[in-house]
């Protein structure tokens, strides 16, 4: 699978768990209430963080420099782990919207892995256009 490839379902996975932040910041998927029985405000939570994934979607498709595959990949999983970590606070701890974020998140994560792993050629390399050939 090419680089281009997999940078296009990385954008598409961070495009679409953008929506979904968004959906649950606008309280049209319903994620649960707090540990009291309370109901969030998740406006800013969903757009903050649905915010976030868009960008990391339009730079991965749209970039093609490792350090900002490698800041995707970090807050890719940052906002995994604090799902887990705030399970506590959270009724119930674990919902189908937000397992169903993790796992496209998580191939999210495995394509930002590919990327970075991956040899680039000469195509890709930022500038390599206007590089001279070397023999």
């Known amino acids: 699978m090419s680089t281009t490839i997999v940078r296009r379902v990385a954008a598409a996975l961070a495009v ?9 910041g606008l309280e049209v998927l319903n994620i649960g209430t707090t540990a009291s029985g309370e109901t969030p405000e ?3 939570f969903g757009l903050a963080v ?15 420099r490792r350090w900002i595959w490698m800041l995707a990949a970090v807050i890719d999983v940052l906002v995994i782990a604090g799902y887990f970590l705030l399970a506590d606070i959270r009724h119930p701890s674990f919902e189908i919207w937000g397992l169903l974020i993790k796992a496209l998140q998580g191939a999210l994560l495995v394509a930002l892995a ?13 500038g390599a256009r206007f590089a001279p050939l070397h023999r």
């Open 16 to 24: 679409g768990i953008a929506a979904l932040y968004v959906l649950i």
């Open 42 to 44: 998740l406006l800013d």
């Open 50 to 64: 649905g915010g976030t994934y868009l960008v990391i979607g339009l730079m991965v498709l749209f970039e093609r």
């Open 114 to 126: 590919v990327l970075l792993v991956r040899p680039r050629s000469a195509d890709e390399v930022p």
